[in-house]
């Protein structure tokens, strides 16, 4: 069993940058792939971003990349989002998900199996 707890989420100004990540315990993450997805208001969650097990591959759904590159760091079990030029259209709840087995990566909501809480991200204009 994994437990995810997403951080450092809170109010960004349009243009504006912020961090957030996630930590995992219960079990290390380190041979699985690990995602970051968002739900806006009134939409279905979508897929942001995701790691590999070993860092050697991401992906991104197209409005974030180059703006949200996704690290791990796997001795600290945890998965960090940095995003920077921040828009209004970012806002939502960030959740971060660790695969339900396998260390490739995936844009798929079903391939994950633990999920954490989210933390809600606000972007200002």
């Known amino acids: 069993q994994v437990q995810v707890v997403e951080s450092g989420g809170g109010l960004g100004q349009a243009g504006g940058s912020l961090r957030i990540f996630c930590a995992a315990s219960?079990?290390?993450?380190?041979?699985?792939?690990m995602g970051w997805f968002r739900q806006a208001p009134g939409k279905e969650r979508e897929f942001v971003a995701t790691?590999?097990?070993?860092?050697?591959?991401?992906a991104y759904v197209d409005s974030v990349k180059g703006r949200f590159p996704i690290s791990r760091h796997n001795a600290k079990n945890k998965v960090y989002l940095q995003m920077s030029s921040l828009k209004p259209e970012d806002t939502g709840v960030y959740s971060c998900?660790?695969?339900?087995?396998?260390?490739?990566?995936?844009?798929?909501?079903?391939?994950?199996?633990?999920w954490g809480q989210g933390t809600q991200v606000t972007v200002s204009s």
């Open positions: 998900a660790a695969a339900r087995y396998g260390g490739t990566w995936s844009r798929t909501i079903s391939d994950y199996n633990y």
């Open positions: 219960g079990r290390t993450i380190s041979n699985v792939a």
């Open positions: 790691i590999s097990w070993n860092s050697g591959s991401t």
